[in-house]
């Protein structure tokens, strides 16, 4: 088996046993971390779409995670709290803003796009901070989590947990399906050669809008499952900074790598925190680790791994 | 079948295409020829879609062409190679021809299904490959190959799509003398089932191949008809024929 397959079936097994494993140490703590992270692994994923095989930087992810949260605070609040309608409506608003955001980005290319995807990253952020309805600045606490078709499963946190996990696993072979599909060879192709995949008669453009769409449904999602865990959501969560973050752990895991952006995700929770328990000043060691990191492995985290399950 | 009615386009001060009026015929290998800058590449790139030209129409089997973008025209029937060559260099050969096939076959909006099992469009891949002597090649990183094989490539590639025409912009660029002269046995042969328009510089394969030539110079068609007149036109040898006689 190759390694960075072994290495996420140990993850996944791992991540399956936290809940259990945490009873003896972490407690809660432990728990809500672990879905922290593979709710950003989900998130990081879907990024990995865009970056790593369809070669478009998009700096604005993070927005449609906070379009997937405030969604599910803000129905929750107006007294619609059932997964039965929260799903469909932020799938409608995270497409509507995908298509309508892309349609406009996809003019530009490289930095112009990276800049623009932030300028609509910014755009969404400023509008969750005016919400004042909602919490504007401060954000919005959740009184109650969202009702799961009625089985009552995110009442408990092992419910949510499995959930959580259960989502990053469908979201993991979905993706893995759709880069191997004929329509992830149209996007792959696209990133190296654009004119070339043109002049066999594909529009790029609607390929790359596509993916787009479909990458922005799936961090929505992930927005879904934050404001649940975090019972809590705020603009904060759609900043530019956590774009920038998602970025980072996609180049670290390792850009359209197997696995690549689950182990960056994983990566980047847990040395955030085991850092932040050694000193105050964290950030200082962390930053030059990451570029470290960035710089000596080529491929990230997978593609070490990679390297290794060859030999 | 293509018509080109008075093309026109200026690069600022540089007139590179002017009033270019041009036909391929349905089983004919049009060649045109010129000097270097004369506006060849252009003229091709104008043609697939790459660029716009300030006036004048391009007409593609009795439709106008002129608004469509590359992949539409693509979709139409006109195949293309580059005269730098433009592969996907991280796929695999058979990956690089099997996209193309996959252009033909249907929706590429589909999701789930794994591509590579669909031995539907790796079979007429494999069969575009073999074409060229590039079958053993087949699961080889593009990039790996020799210049030759490339050219080839780019050749196989334009084939699996399927065109109702080629447009091919100096295909032996860069290649030896047998190498061409293999090409160009090729080619006679790619002739019968495809109305080529070639950008070529090799002599000796431009007139094995074309039934007219047409020759640009500075953006204009200064010439044009079958081989032995365009040898023949003095205007036509001072401008270009020249070149390679000293
Ligand atoms: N995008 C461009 N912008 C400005 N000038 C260009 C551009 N592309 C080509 N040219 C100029 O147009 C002229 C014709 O170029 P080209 O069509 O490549 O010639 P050919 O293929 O006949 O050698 C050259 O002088 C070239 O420098
Ligand atoms: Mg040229």
Redesign the interface.
């Known amino acids: 088996m190759r390694g960075a397959n072994l290495a996420a079936l140990v993850i996944f097994v791992l991540l399956a046993a936290t809940p259990w494993l945490a009873e003896f140490w972490g407690g809660s703590y432990l728990t809500s971390l672990v879905m922290k992270a593979m709710i950003l692994g989900i998130a990081a994923l879907s990024l990995d779409l865009l970056i790593g095989h369809a070669g478009m930087v998009s700096f604005g992810h993070a927005a449609f995670v906070g379009i997937g949260a405030y969604t599910t605070g803000i129905m929750i609040t107006e007294g619609a709290p059932n997964l039965a309608h929260i799903l469909p409506m932020t799938i409608a608003i995270a497409a509507a803003f995908a298509l309508i955001t892309g349609a406009i980005s996809l003019r530009t290319s490289g930095v112009y796009f990276i800049m623009i995807t932030l300028a609509f990253g910014q755009m969404v952020f400023f509008t969750m901070s005016s919400l004042s309805d909602y919490g504007g600045d401060d954000g919005l606490t959740l009184w109650e989590r969202a009702d799961a078709f009625g089985t009552g499963l995110f009442d408990s946190d092992t419910g949510l947990f499995y959930t959580i996990l259960a989502t990053l696993i469908t979201v993991t072979l ?1 993706l893995r ?2 880069i ?7 996007l ?2 696209a990133k ?2 654009p ?10 453009f609607a ?1 790359r809008l ?1 993916a787009y769409v479909i990458a922005g449904i799936i961090a929505a999602l992930a927005g879904v499952l934050f404001a649940n865990q975090a019972e809590f959501v705020s603009p904060a969560t759609a900043a530019w900074q956590r774009s920038g973050d998602l970025i980072i752990m996609v180049v670290l895991g390792g850009m359209g790598l197997r696995h690549g952006a689950l182990f960056g995700a994983l990566a980047i929770v847990l040395l955030e925190e085991g850092l932040s328990t050694l000193t105050h000043d964290w950030r200082l060691i962390f930053g030059p680790m990451l570029v470290l990191m960035v710089l000596y492995t080529k491929g990230g985290i997978a593609g070490l791994l990679e390297k290794r399950g060859e030999t | 079948m293509l018509s080109l009615v008075n093309l026109d386009k200026h690069f600022g001060a540089l007139h590179v295409t002017d009033n270019v009026s041009l036909d391929l015929h349905p089983g004919e290998c049009h060649a045109l020829i010129g000097p270097n800058g004369a506006g060849k590449t252009t003229l091709i790139q104008q043609i ?1 879609g ?1 660029l716009q030209p300030d006036s004048g129409q391009i007409l593609f089997n009795g439709t106008d062409i002129t608004a469509l ?3 539409r025209r ?2 139409a029937g006109l ?2 190679t ?1 005269q730098i060559t ?6 695999t050969v058979l ?1 690089n021809v ?3 096939v ?3 076959q249907g ?10 099992g ?1 031995w539907r469009i790796n079979k007429r891949a494999y069969d575009c490959l073999a074409l060229f002597n590039l079958a053993d090649r087949a699961n080889r990183p593009a990039s790996a190959l020799s210049h030759g094989e490339k050219r080839l490539l780019e050749l196989a ?1 334009a084939i699996a ?1 399927e065109p109702k025409a080629l447009l091919l912009d100096e295909p032996m660029a860069g290649m030896g003398k047998e190498e061409s002269a293999t090409l160009t046995d090729t080619l006679l042969t790619l002739k019968r089932d495809y109305p080529i328009l070639l950008v070529e510089h090799d002599m000796d394969a431009v007139f094995a191949l074309a039934d007219r030539v047409s020759v640009l110079v500075y953006g204009q068609i200064v010439a044009s008809g079958t081989p032995d007149e365009v040898r023949a036109n003095p205007q036509a040898r001072a401008a270009y024929l020249g070149e390679e006689a000293c």
């Not at chain 1, 191997?180 to 149209?186: A, C, D, I, K, Q």
């Not at chain 1, 004119?195 to 066999?200: A, G, K, L």
């Not at chain 2, 929706?107 to 590579?116: A, E, P």
Request: aromatic share 12%.
């Open positions: 979905l399906r759709l191997g599909s004929r329509f992830g060879r149209v792959r192709a190296q050669n004119t070339r995949v043109e002049s066999m008669g594909y529009s790029v390929y596509t | 697939s790459t973008p590359p992949h693509a979709q195949g293309r580059f433009s592969i996907l260099p991280e796929f990956e099997a996209l193309a996959q252009a033909t929706s590429s909006f589909r999701f789930l299904r794994s591509v590579t669909e590639i799509g």
